[in-house]
């Protein structure tokens, strides 16, 4: 009996075995309860590394994480430093008026503001009305003589001719106006006591830049007459032509008076 017990626990010990050879086989052997994770760090290398992104992981919540820029040398992202300094430039005004005629030239030039230029009358140096030098004119400003004795009787439509034409060269660096100032011419020594003409009225035409001649100004009382106005840095050149009446009541003598050139910026 006892031999039958101890052949049949073999027998179970022998099938026990081999069940645990089958199951080694076919899955993971069952974990040792006493060994528990004693293997589970044998491989490691001693190294952790763990890595995460987001707004949870941040200690000063109110930095600006955004809309930044990275600061590399980058040609394409330069920086430029501007400083705009105002600039200005202040050209002094100059004027230049040059008066040619009968023998004289006259150059005046004015340099700055408050420069006033002036010259004359001056000696003989004159515009003068004489039978014997400019001679006399018609209605048309046409030449009819002259002469010391000349025999042309005064009427209506004579005049005595100025001594020359006068030209007048202006330049300016600033907007100009030129013009010419006169009156009648008053009597010196001439007899008016009687239905003479008191006074001599000064006649004058003018002629711009070769154009034409224009219109007959008559100085029957004094005034300012404007020729031209022109803008900065022109030049301007105008010729004037004179005469004075020699009418039935035009009393001979000496009558005189002025011409002024003009020439201003404004």
């Given at each position: 009996?006892?031999?039958?017990?101890?052949?049949?626990?073999?027998?179970?010990?022998?099938?026990?075995?081999?069940?645990?050879?089958?199951?080694?086989?076919?899955?993971?052997?069952?974990?040792?309860?006493?060994?528990?994770?004693?293997?589970?760090?044998?491989?490691?290398?001693?190294?952790?590394?763990?890595?995460?992104?987001?707004?949870?992981?941040?200690?000063?919540?109110?930095?600006?994480?955004?809309?930044?820029?990275?600061?590399?040398?980058?040609?394409?992202?330069?920086?430029?430093?501007?400083?705009?300094?105002?600039?200005?430039?202040?050209?002094?005004?100059?004027?230049?008026?040059?008066?040619?005629?009968?023998?004289?030239?006259?150059?005046?030039e004015s340099f700055g503001p408050l420069a006033f230029g002036e010259h004359g009358p001056v000696g003989n140096y004159?515009?003068?009305?004489?039978?014997?030098?400019?001679?006399?004119?018609?209605?048309?400003?046409?030449?009819?003589?002259?002469?010391?004795?000349?025999?042309?009787?005064?009427?209506?439509?004579?005049?005595?001719?100025?001594?020359?034409?006068?030209?007048?060269?202006?330049?300016?660096?600033?907007?100009?106006?030129?013009?010419?100032?006169?009156?009648?011419?008053?009597?010196?020594?001439?007899?008016?006591?009687?239905?003479?003409?008191?006074?001599?009225?000064?006649?004058?035409?003018?002629?711009?830049?070769?154009?034409?001649?224009?219109?007959?100004?008559?100085?029957?009382?004094?005034?300012?007459?404007?020729?031209?106005?022109?803008?900065?840095?022109?030049?301007?050149?105008?010729?004037?032509?004179?005469?004075?009446?020699?009418?039935?009541?035009?009393?001979?003598?000496?009558?005189?008076?002025?011409?002024?050139?003009?020439?201003?910026?404004?």
């Amino acid at each position: 009996m006892r031999k039958f017990l101890s052949l049949l626990l073999l027998v179970l010990v022998m099938v026990s075995s081999l069940a645990l050879a089958d199951a080694v086989v076919e899955g993971s052997p069952a974990p040792d309860p006493l060994k528990g994770g004693y293997d589970d760090h044998k491989n490691d290398d001693g190294v952790l590394i763990s890595f995460a992104t987001g707004n949870q992981y941040v200690v000063l919540p109110f930095i600006n994480r955004s809309e930044y820029y990275l600061d590399t040398n980058n040609p394409d992202k330069a920086q430029k430093t501007t400083v705009n300094v105002r600039t200005e430039a202040y050209i002094p005004c100059y004027l230049k008026m040059t008066v040619l005629g009968n023998q004289g030239k006259t150059v005046i030039e004015s340099f700055g503001p408050l420069a006033f230029g002036e010259h004359g009358p001056v000696g003989n140096y004159m515009l003068a009305f004489d039978n014997e030098i400019g001679g006399f004119l018609n209605e048309n400003w046409e030449l009819v003589g002259h002469g010391k004795n000349a025999e042309l009787a005064p009427g209506k439509g004579y005049y005595i001719h100025g001594c020359d034409i006068f030209q007048v060269d202006v330049y300016a660096n600033d907007t100009f106006k030129y013009e010419v100032i006169s009156a009648p011419l008053a009597n010196i020594n001439a007899d008016t006591s009687g239905t003479a003409d008191k006074a001599l009225n000064l006649q004058m035409r003018s002629k711009i830049d070769n154009g034409d001649w224009g219109t007959t100004e008559t100085f029957a009382a004094a005034r300012e007459i404007l020729i031209a106005q022109r803008p900065a840095c022109s030049t301007l050149t105008v010729q004037h032509q004179f005469r004075v009446p020699y009418l039935l009541t035009t009393a001979h003598g000496k009558y005189q008076g002025q011409v002024t050139f003009k020439a201003y910026t404004i």
